[in-house]
Nanobody, 122 residues
Framework: QVQLVESGGGLVQPGGSLRLSCVAS????????MAWVRQAPGKEREFVAT????????IYADSVKGRFTISRDNAKNTVYLQMNSLKTEDTAVYYCAANSIGMNTIMRYDYWGQGTQVTVSS
């Protein structure tokens, strides 16, 4: 079993930045590829980014490419999402997720966190 706890959400103005963190506990963190997924009000969950078990590979949704950066620190059991140049359309609940097989963009994950709210508004 893996428990995932996100933090770092909040209210930010358009053009601003936020860094989300997700701390994992339980089984070996480095055995899981990690991902960030978001869900805006009234919309389906949307893939944002994923990172390989070692951190050597990443994949981003086109909507965030060049603005968001996913990274991980296996020594701290933590995955991050650095979000720059935020737009109002980035407003959503952001979830981190873990997959024991590897990276995927189709949101088939073994474990999910509870989510953290990000609101981009002036």
């Amino acid at each position: 079993q893996v428990q995932l706890v996100e933090s770092g959400g909040g209210l930010v103005q358009p053009g601003g930045s936020l860094r989300l963190s997700c701390v994992a506990s339980g089984r070996t963190f480095s055995s899981y590829a990690m991902a960030w997924v978001r869900q805006a009000p009234g919309k389906e969950r949307e893939f944002v980014a994923t990172i390989s078990k070692s951190g050597g590979s990443t994949i981003y949704a086109d909507s965030v490419k060049g603005r968001f950066t996913i990274s991980r620190d296996n020594a701290k059991n933590t995955v991050y999402l650095q979000m720059n140049s935020l737009k109002t359309e980035d407003t959503a609940v952001y979830y981190c997720a873990a997959n024991s097989i590897g990276m995927n963009t189709i949101m088939r994950y073994d474990y999910w966190g509870q989510g953290t709210q990000v609101t981009v508004s002036s």
